[in-house]
């Protein structure tokens, strides 16, 4: 499916609550419901430019670099933390938004986990009336993750650990590189052309960057942020996904107050908004209809998730 082109972006730096410029560009018209995307670990604002490409035309769609990533500077030592990725949710909110303005506000992976880190913050809960949290978990990443094919336990979590930590420079993309981004990270039907896109962008994060954020990641523990972010909230995972495979997915629905719907996408990886394209864009949409655009329906309570089956698109 061919991509509509892009209206010119407009550019805006939003300053965190340390000082870090964060890096945002803006799409769409000014009276356009918004939509705020943030990307995950060793991604970039390009991530989402299938779900830009596609939403720019109704939609005032607002993307950003995560700290470390992008044009987003690489904060000091002491920039990492679920605390930072909040703040930089705040500001960027502060910095696109009007005063009073809602939007939905969809996260993929680390961009997921931000919106649970922020989920109490006064800003975030002025401005966003719904979330998306794609392929994302609240904590036990490395316990859970499937990147080994080893039977769960010590062994399998210190390896993997160590390979989500790895110092080691990723260098230039290869055929190589490629086949283990693919088995990582994406669905074993990815195409080709997905699965170069998606390394050139890992490619180009800083390994500075890459190695802190493992880090953080590592430790992880949003379980009680989750029970805080009280507006209407869907889950979406790809059955493939081995660094945040479905019961991450399923215990985040089960944990929320308000999910209004889990989504497993068959066969699909880690990558959903660019393994699945239209199957994201589909469930930003519904959100903007149903809480943007027409008044939101009542929470429905902790574990009141609907599950649905679907193949990738």
Do not use: N
Request: hydrophobic content about 40%; glycine content about 8%.
């Amino acid at each position: 499916m061919s991509r509509p082109p892009l209206p010119p972006a407009t550019e805006l730096t939003a300053v965190s609550a340390d000082g870090s410029r964060i890096h945002v560009e803006v799409y769409g018209a000014e009276d356009r419901p918004a939509v705020v995307l943030a990307h995950g670990w060793t991604c970039s604002i390009r991530f989402w430019a299938a779900q830009t490409a596609e939403l720019a035309a109704g939609h005032r769609v607002i993307v950003y670099d995560q700290r470390g990533h992008g044009r987003t500077p690489l904060p000091g030592r002491d920039g990492y933390g679920t605390g930072a990725l909040a703040d930089d949710l705040e500001a960027v909110l502060s910095a696109a938004l009007k005063p009073g303005e809602r939007a939905v506000v969809a996260g993929h992976s680390m961009g997921g986990m931000t919106i649970m880190a922020a989920s109490a913050r006064p800003v975030f809960r002025r401005h966003v009336a719904a979330t998306l949290l794609c392929s994302t978990g609240s904590s036990r990443l490395v316990a859970e993750s499937l990147v080994l094919p080893l039977r769960a336990g010590r062994t399998r979590t210190r390896l993997t650990r160590l390979v989500l930590g790895a110092r080691a420079p990723l260098g230039p993309v290869t055929p190589l590189s490629r086949r283990i981004l693919r088995y990582g990270t994406m669905g074993p039907a990815s195409a080709p052309e997905m699965v170069m896109e998606c390394a050139r962008i890992v490619h180009a994060c800083p390994r500075a960057s890459r190695v802190a954020w493992s880090h953080v990641l590592g430790e992880l523990d949003l379980d009680r942020d989750v029970r805080e972010l009280r507006v209407p909230t869907a889950v979406l995972v790809g059955t493939a996904d081995r660094l945040t495979p479905p019961v991450q997915a399923r215990a985040l629905a089960a944990a929320l107050p308000d999910c209004v719907g889990l989504t497993e996408l068959a066969g699909v990886g880690h990558m959903t908004p660019v393994e699945a394209p239209d199957a994201v864009t589909a469930r930003i949409r519904e959100l903007v209809a149903t809480c943007l655009s027409a008044r939101p329906s009542p929470a429905t309570g902790p574990g009141a998730a609907t599950r649905t089956k679907e193949d990738p698109a």
